[in-house]
């Protein structure tokens, strides 16, 4: 009964959910409503020996956690729409070097500049398709500041399970919200580190498949040498054009995160055992659908919800499934219709997608969802 | 289910966010009930308009905002002219009688005294204008008790300031008290 608990903001929850985890090192740039998370890592990481770095941009922070990681530490970066935009080349590096790290990133309002303060949730195609190329992608959108927490650690274990950048992504309201949050014990959640190479550096090769999907990455500095690059590499490292290989290799580097999309695709179901209304949401937006659910329930309509927790691997089984039970979704978004379109791409025609989209910095009220459900009745 | 709404609301710089966070901090963690804070503001780090909202419950809590709100803290003539509209009937109105000239009418108990005055004369620092409030709000709530509330500010500002905050919440309470009586 004696567990430490808090009263925090989403964006602090996340700063300890990541020291939690194990991370030792942050480099970022202050972007608001970001900058929380700079905060608490630069007063924290230098009382257990780790580093924070301000760098000179949202490029810098992204090049130096990638470093870092290769050196070994478990890194993290927080940032908000425009400085995700300058990361997303780098982020492309960290898919195909394969490179661990957590990069956090508040929506607000965009493009660009948009409304630094204001709430959105227009990012989450960018987690998938800000970086160019075919690649890997895992984004989790928490809704309460415990569930920041919680999800933090969940992507510091998947980005080190799986070689491969993870997304954070809160809306600006989980951020900054504040609610009571009870810590964990050491040991009480899982902590998840890279694989080590059981070879000696004279065998090692940093991408060799005969160890599986997700090779095992050794640190620079540990005596292992090999060779890092964006271009696409052979098992050595080193850059080849050879067709069969380069296909091969980003079959492999797609096919490790979305093969595993049991083992990284988290949901909640609330209320859908009978209903023929569900509200498909994800972040503070499915705090106002459980509540648009509630009073509905209330006044004698099936309304259900499925709330989305990992955006990417999207959870398309999961909807295609309830597509053929239902007579109509309901997804309100803070943007104009990206998880829509996705629901529709599942649904496949089964089932009729109402949106509720907004994007003048306001949150999508329960009312809103609650008059569409009676509409969709 | 118990659900009461409380906006803090005027402009940047006034302290506002912050004695919604101790408003919330003394239900969730001192009252033992849940809480939610959150908030809204401009770009400018002082000036244009700020509000911060505490939603507070005996379970849990789902939209963290203000959808008809119990009671409203308005320290700008723009914000009580502005969110005035959205109180409950029977709700209360707290405003600082001094900022807030053209006073709301409504379905709801209005309650006003010089709250920034009072911070600046009767505790010696306008600084703590917002604890004034706090104070007075607690008063008019009854959402926590005095004793938790006052827990809760203590445990929220520096240690060189403690008489100073403490002094400010009982005057903003007392003076609240006695302004609705």
Known sequence: MSKKVAFLQGNEAAAHGALYAGCNFFGGYPITPSTEVAEVMSVELPKIGGKFVQMEDEIGAMAAILGASLAGSKVLTSTSGPGLSLKQELIGYGCIAEIPCVVYNVMRGGPSTGMPTGPSQSDVMAAKWGTHGDHPAICLVPASVQETYEEVIRAFNLSEKYRTPVMVMPDEIVAHMRERIVFPEQGEVEVVSRKSPSVSPEQYKPYDTSFGDVPPLASFGSGYKFHVTGLNKMQDGFPTTKAEIVQAEEERQVRKVEANADDIVTFEEYQLDDADVVVIAYGSTSRSARYAVNAAREQGLKAGMFRIKTFWPFPDKQIKALAGKVKGFIVPEMNLGMCANEVERCAQGKAPIHGIFRVDGEPINPDQILDKMKEVK | ?181
């Open chain 2, 1 to 181: 289910m118990s659900r009461y709404e409380l906006r803090f609301s005027g402009a940047g710089g006034q302290g506002l966010i912050t004695a919604g966070i101790i408003m919330a901090k003394a239900a969730s963690i001192y009252e033992g009930k849940q809480a939610v804070q959150s908030q809204s503001y401009g770009p400018e780090a002082r000036g244009g308009a700020s509000k911060s909202e505490v939603i507070i419950s005996d379970g849990p809590i789902d939209y963290p905002k203000v959808t008809q709100c119990d009671a409203l803290l308005a320290m700008t003539q723009e914000a009580a002219n502005k969110y005035s509209h959205d109180l409950k009937e029977g709700g209360v109105l707290l405003i600082d009688s001094d900022l807030v000239v053209k006073i709301p009418e409504g379905n709801f108990k209005t309650v006003s005294f010089p709250i920034i005055n009072t911070a600046k004369n009767d505790v010696g620092r306008e600084i703590v204008a917002n604890i004034v409030a706090l104070g007075a709000m607690v008063a008019l709530t009854g959402q926590v008790s005095r004793e938790n509330a006052e827990k809760a500010v203590l445990s929220s500002v520096p240690e060189a300031f403690l008489e100073l905050n403490k002094k400010a919440f009982s005057m903003g309470y007392e003076k609240a008290l006695a302004a609705s009586a």
